[in-house]
């Protein structure tokens, strides 16, 4: 049975893989295990030491004038949402959270899951601003920076955001946030109402009424508005 490791600290979660290393030992990075079955997960035997990101759990930064934070790959997404909501601000990330919503921002990041938010803001990988990694041996890398014009490095938060760990182990990450929408507006063709069973705030629906199309051309008989006609359902975020 693989041995487990719950290291609190960077250093900690450094020398534990450089000593894994050292010795020749296979290891697993988990998070909160919510999707630990995705992908191509190891069989039982794989690995001899079994490193959880559990202790990695705080805010490490919120700046909440430049929607701004860094945050370590332990917190459980959730509990970073409710400490960015009560400044009005929000990730614009809503992947499946495991069945008790204990999903790991670093979980999230290194399996790339996104939901319909993913269609206005991008995927996580795009969220992204700098991050603080660590690799097999122990060596500890960072790149990018706070801020969303920055240049500094080889942009290492992209490769791994969707590694499966299987490039090393996401230890923090700075990203973007936005703002959160107070309240649903109107559009200017027709009503916007709230989309049923839509996972996030501010997720709304625009249905807009098309004016009817004239008749198609080389087609005989053709109805008037029976191309083009009904209704346009777009989706946007507010």
């Known amino acids: 049975m693989a041995h487990q490791l719950q290291p609190t600290s960077l250093h900690e979660a450094a020398s534990a893989l450089a000593e894994a290393s050292a010795a020749g030992q296979a290891v697993r990075i988990l998070g909160a295990g919510t999707k630990a079955q995705w992908g191509a997960p190891a069989a039982a035997g794989a690995f001899d030491l079994e490193l959880c990101t559990g202790g990695l759990d705080r805010i490490v930064e919120h700046n909440a004038g430049d929607l701004t934070a860094v945050l370590e790959a332990g917190l459980p997404l959730a509990s970073a949402q409710r400490t960015f909501a009560a400044a009005g601000q929000r990730l614009a990330l809503d992947p499946w959270e495991g069945a008790a919503g204990k999903a790991t921002v ?23 601003l700098g991050m603080t990694v660590l690799l097999s041996d122990g060596t500890v890398a960072s790149s990018g920076g706070k ?20 490039l090393g182990l996401i230890a923090s990450v700075s990203g973007g946030e936005h703002r959160r929408s107070g309240r649903a ?52 975020a507010g």
């Open 106 to 128: 670093g979980g999230v990041l290194a399996t790339g899951d996104s939901g319909p938010l993913r269609h206005r803001y991008g995927a996580p990988r795009d969220l992204v």
């Open 147 to 166: 801020v969303i014009k920055n240049v500094a490095g080889y942009d290492l938060a992209k490769l791994f955001c969707g590694s499966f760990g299987t």
């Open 185 to 236: 507006g109107r559009g200017r063709a027709g009503a916007v109402r709230r989309a049923a069973g839509a996972r996030a705030p501010g997720f709304l629906v625009e249905i807009r009424p098309r004016a009817p199309a004239g008749p198609m051309r080389g087609c005989p008989g053709a109805r008037p508005g029976a191309a083009g006609g009904g209704t346009d359902g777009r989706l946007q």
